[in-house]
């Protein structure tokens, strides 16, 4: 598992590397405190998103304002890039 926050901050420095326009629009949206945040409510847009439970990760529906305690699966990162790839 990977931190929905860790997994933001990897696909901006990503996006940024290989000059996607995806980056730009999450430099500029209006509605975001900053491009790691867009890129985290990106992301649990597209893929699932889990929290920390006693048995291990469960699945949440409703991800709010709390991505800072949210997860995804590592392999889903790897999908997200993809679609933001797919996305030029």
Avoid at 36 to 44: K, P
Wanted: glycine share 10%; no cysteine.
């Amino acid at each position: 598992m990977l931190s929905v926050m860790e997994a933001a901050a990897q696909a901006y420095e990503a996006a940024k590397r290989e000059r996607m326009t995806i980056a730009w629009v999450a430099e500029n949206a209006q509605d975001s405190s900053s491009p790691v945040g867009w890129f985290a409510r990106s992301i649990v847009g597209v893929v699932a998103a889990y929290r920390k439970s006693g048995t291990g990760f469960e699945k949440t529906e409703g991800v709010g304002t709390e991505l800072q305690s949210l997860y995804i699966r590592k392999r889903d990162y790897r999908t997200y890039i993809g679609w933001a790839r797919g996305m030029q």
